[in-house]
T-cell receptor, first 115, second 110 residues
Framework: NAGVTQTPKFQVLKTGQSMTLQCAQDMNHEYMSWYRQDPGMGLRLIHYSVGAGITDQGEVPNGYNVSRSTTEDFPLRLLSAAPSQTSVYFC??????????????FGQGTRLTVV | GQQVMQIPQYQHVQEGEDFTTYCNSSTTLSNIQWYKQRPGGHPVFLIQLVKSGEVKKQKRLTFQFGEAKKNSSLHITATQTTDVGTYFCAGPVSDDKIIFGKGTRLHILP
């Protein structure tokens, strides 16, 4: 059982480039989310999805798009990378809604540097 | 907006000493979760507390949920080098969103 798989693990982008961070889970979880982690800032929610075809914005959605065409996959797209998006990105999934008695499983993270 | 605050931000302890991190919410929480992130790793779920005044133990770790359900603590007895990492609390802002504290980074001095 792979759990939550993120690719790539590391990425360097030039300012203005676009890219997609991949996230897949094999636990049949309905809920998936993306966080960014910056030093001293904890984990901040970017976008989340409560099921296939449904997405919503978190705390810091600007500059990012998501889609959820299948239960398994939840890619995060950077439209035009900026140095402020240099961060570690984590994808997470949970069986049910995170605010209701359910734990989140995190992927290994993607370390993104925008130069 | 709702906030979940953790103190301290950093803690250095000698191996064998105890460690405590505190989590405080600006609003009442239906539950609170704790996660641990090892250096270079990803957050891993430790526990969830639901009931007012709840206390749960996992070996040397003791978790408490306050009576008013607005604060929580994690206490580690006799720290070991394997306890190194950042400990996060997280509480729901709604059914479909949780907010994380900024974490307490624990460093163990040998």
């Amino acid at each position: 059982n792979a759990g939550v798989t993120q690719t790539p693990k590391f990425q360097v982008l030039k300012t203005g480039q676009s890219m997609t961070l991949q996230c897949a889970q094999d636990m049949n979880h309905e809920y998936m989310s993306w966080y960014r982690q910056d030093p001293g800032m904890g984990l901040r929610l970017i976008h989340y999805s409560v099921g296939a075809g449904i997405t919503d914005q978190g705390e810091v959605p600007n500059g990012y798009n998501v889609s959820r065409s299948t239960t398994e996959d939840f890619p995060l797209r950077l439209l035009s990378a900026a140095p402020s998006q240099t961060s570690v990105y984590f994808c997470a999934s949970s069986y049910g809604l995170p605010g209701v008695n359910t734990e989140a499983f995190f992927g290994q993270g993607t370390r993104l540097t925008v130069v | 907006g709702q906030q979940v605050m953790q103190i301290p931000q950093y803690q250095h302890v000698q191996e064998g000493e105890d460690f405590t991190t505190y989590c405080n919410s600006s609003t009442t929480l239906s539950n609170i979760q704790w996660y641990k992130q090892r250096p270079g790793g990803h957050p891993v779920f430790l526990i969830q507390l639901v009931k007012s005044g709840e206390v749960k133990k996992q070996k040397r770790l003791t978790f408490q949920f306050g009576e008013a359900k607005k604060n929580s603590s994690l206490h580690i007895t006799a720290t070991q080098t394997t306890d190194v990492g950042t400990y996060f609390c997280a509480g729901p802002v709604s059914d479909d969103k949780i907010i994380f504290g900024k974490g307490t980074r624990l460093h163990i001095l040998p």
